[in-house]
């Protein structure tokens, strides 16, 4: 199990599509992260869109909704890194294992982002995604898998399964298509 100082904390601001919330829920089970949601929400939190993109881990997850960012902010104390096209530094220039208290990404909503208000009042503390000029952002569930496995990299991957083949079949799955042709 990680340890409380390297809890990687998702932060989902103002989320408005469930099936990205939903693949985001997924990633958080795989990596252990706890998630965190900042109203308003584009979707009810029970919707079948929703729990149909987190299959069947949505039992396991480890979320918490807030009515704001600022009740989220009284709430939560931490090393804070903003995801935005804004940013002047990518995810992967920042020494995430030098942070010694707890790593919040903070992802925007998938249609105008974090406020930029807040963006502003943190320039020092946003990071992007190199993306050709063609894009303007990558899908929501992708960026968010992107940086916090690279986080989980520099950490390396503080209890997860890193030899162990998947778990769920057992660890001697494959051997029974030994001789098989492809």
């Given amino acids: ?32 992260a706890r998630l965190h949601l900042i109203e308003p929400l584009g979707f009810k939190i029970d919707e079948r869109r929703l729990r149909r993109s987190a299959l069947d881990y949505y039992a396991d997850i480890d979320y918490e909704i ?31 294992s030098s942070v010694t208290q707890p790593i919040y990404l903070i992802f ?6 974090v406020d930029r208000t807040l963006l502003a009042s943190n320039l020092d503390r946003c990071f992007r995604i190199p993306t050709t000029d063609k894009v303007r952002s990558l899908n929501l569930a992708n960026a968010v898998a992107i940086v916090t496995y690279e986080v989980e990299r520099q950490l390396d991957f503080p209890g997860l399964c890193k030899t162990e083949p998947e778990s769920k079949k057992g660890p001697d799955f494959l051997d029974q298509f030994l001789g098989d042709k492809p």
């Fill in 1 to 32: 199990m990680k340890t409380a100082e390297k809890v990687i904390h998702i932060v989902l601001y103002e989320p408005e599509i469930p099936q990205n919330t939903g693949n985001i829920m997924r990633t958080a089970v795989a990596i252990g």
């Fill in 66 to 96: 807030h009515p704001d960012y600022e009740s989220f902010r009284e709430k939560n104390e931490g090393s804070f890194f903003f995801l935005s096209r804004y940013g002047k530094k990518t995810y992967s220039t920042i020494d995430f």
């Fill in 108 to 113: 925007g909503k998938e249609s105008s982002g």
